[in-house]
């Protein structure tokens, strides 16, 4: 089946350090990739659309100077956390899809679990 | 857009059937109905989706109400490792497939 598979799985940083996390869709090709943030007992947030080749589409009241989502190619999207802080701590997940097709299954990443001290 | 409301928790006995409610009493005609499982620790998995009759897969089985407002997940018999929380999603905005996720049900399995 169709795997997404982040990267770290979980991170430590610095208050005012920036962090990357990766995203890849390991056997298909993702046009588009969805980034979450989930903090704890709580749900995923939707945090911006990252389209390849093209600029994200992000949420209301989401940062797009904060968080920074660049999608190279069909395989790799990726989020920087940009001088993190300590409230920026959270799980984040990417998910994306096999195909374009309306209610098509999305696929999810494990997560990463990002600590800002 | 349609909402859906689930019960904030469930609890269940290891091997029994499970039967996961869901009201999603503004839907439209030709809105998918969504579900997806988060384990802890883990991201979301997909379980199942339908649009009108009833949907049966290896993991899961999908009651969808005559009228579509509501619909009911079924695991059949539940083991410990379907303790999670589970989403019955709004259908996807079309075009863009963005799941919007609200609190879900979590599912307590007791052995």
């Known amino acids: 089946g169709a795997v997404v598979s982040q990267h770290p799985s979980w991170v430590i940083c610095k208050s005012g350090t920036s962090v990357k996390i990766e995203c890849r869709s390991l056997?298909?090709?993702?046009?588009?990739m969805f980034w979450y943030r989930q903090f704890p007992k709580q749900s995923l947030m939707l945090m911006a659309t990252?389209?390849?080749?093209?600029?994200?589409?992000?949420e209301q009241g989401v940062e797009k100077d904060k968080f920074l989502i660049n999608h190279a190619s069909l395989t790799l999207s990726t989020l920087t956390v940009t001088s993190a802080h300590p409230e920026d701590s959270s799980f984040y997940i990417c998910?994306?899809?096999?195909?374009?097709?309306?209610?098509?299954?999305?696929?999810f990443g494990n997560g990463t679990r990002l600590t800002v001290t | 857009d349609a909402k859906t409301t689930q019960p904030n928790s469930m609890e269940s006995n290891e091997e029994e059937p499970v039967h996961l409610p869901c009201n999603h009493s503004?839907?439209?005609?030709?809105?998918?109905i969504h579900w997806y499982r988060q384990l802890p620790s883990q991201g979301p998995e997909y379980v199942i989706h339908?649009?009108?009759s009833n949907v049966n897969n290896r993991m899961a089985s999908l009651a969808i109400a005559e009228d579509r407002k509501s619909s009911t997940l079924i695991l059949h018999r539940a083991t410990l490792r379907d303790a999670a929380v589970y989403y019955c999603?709004?259908?996807?905005?079309?075009?863009?497939?963005?799941?919007?996720f609200g609190q879900g049900t979590r599912l307590t399995i007791n052995p």
């Open positions: 998910s994306a899809s096999v195909t374009t097709i309306d209610n098509s299954p999305l696929h």
């Open positions: 056997d298909f090709q993702a046009t588009t």
């Open positions: 990252s389209n390849e080749g093209s600029k994200a589409t992000y």
């Open positions: 503004t839907i439209s005609g030709t809105d998918y």
């Open positions: 339908g649009l009108t």
């Open positions: 999603i709004p259908p996807l905005i079309q075009g863009a497939q963005k799941l919007v």
